[in-house]
T-cell receptor, first 113, second 113 residues
Framework: GESVGLHLPTLSVQEGDNSIINCAYS??????FIWYKQESGKGPQFIIDIRSNMDKRQGQRVTVLLNKTVKHLSLQIAATQPGDSAVYFCAETFEGGAQKLVFGQGTRLTINP | GAVVSQHPSWVICKSGTSVKIECRSL??????MFWYRQFPKQSLMLMAT?????????EQGVEKDKFLINHASLTLSTLTVTSAHPEDSSFYIC?????????FGPGTRLTVT
């Protein structure tokens, strides 16, 4: 649907702590999910992805969890660093969806020193 | 690898004029490119899907006569904002797809005065 939010959800964490960013996706037919990081004035940067036949995937300092029952996706960032400050978006797509991505509203992560 | 560039990175134009934005995949061929628009503090909204050698497919509510898209080669797509008005001021982002994966450009900031 059309995004009408004027204020991004925000999450503030202390440097070194772990962060968990949540996302509710909309289409039960979606079978591929991606987390992107977007810094101010830049395009989205791929972080990690997961397919619907998995419920967890780990990368370097990041973990994505997928709960298809409640259509929920989360991104865990371990030992956050100042460079992790950005807006994080989840995106979903499905086979047969013409490769279109549907983006979530985003969460602004702020790392406090 | 998988680098996508956009040109220009920012542009200021007068109301009523047209502006062309280029999107290039630098080290791979992309049969499909996408154009997104992002307003401040909002998520990315898909405008259109661009396939090489064919007409673009526009999302509902996007005026195809105002946002002209050309995908002349496997590495280049262009978006022309015709008769731009202040409400067209936004951050325009392209992506190039290979299979499920999309690689995003750095974005173009358009300001219409």
């Amino acid at each position: 649907g059309e995004s009408v939010g004027l204020h991004l959800p925000t999450l503030s964490v202390q440097e070194g702590d772990n962060s968990i960013i949540n996302c509710a996706y909309s289409n039960s037919a979606s079978d591929y999910f991606i987390w992107y990081k977007q810094e101010s004035g830049k395009g989205p940067q791929f972080i990690i992805d997961i397919r619907s036949n998995m419920d967890k995937r780990q990368g370097q300092r990041v973990t994505v969890l997928l709960n298809k029952t409640v259509k929920h996706l989360s991104l865990q960032i371990a030992a956050t660093q100042p460079g992790d400050s950005a807006v994080y978006f989840c995106a979903e797509t499905f086979e047969g969806g013409a490769q279109k991505l549907v983006f979530g509203q985003g969460t602004r992560l702020t790392i406090n020193p | 690898g998988a680098v996508v560039s956009q040109h220009p990175s920012w542009v200021i134009c007068k109301s009523g004029t047209s502006v062309k934005i280029e999107c290039r995949s630098l080290d791979f061929q992309a049969t499909t490119m996408f154009w997104y628009r992002q307003f401040p503090k909002q998520s990315l909204m898909l405008m259109a899907t661009s396939n090489e050698g064919s007409k673009a497919t526009y999302e509902q509510g996007v005026e195809k006569d105002k946002f002209l898209i050309n995908h002349a080669s496997l590495t280049l797509s262009t978006l022309t904002v015709t008769s731009a008005h202040p409400e067209d001021s936004s951050f325009y982002i392209c992506s190039a797809a290979t299979g499920y994966e999309q690689y995003f450009g750095p974005g173009t900031r358009l300001t219409v005065t």
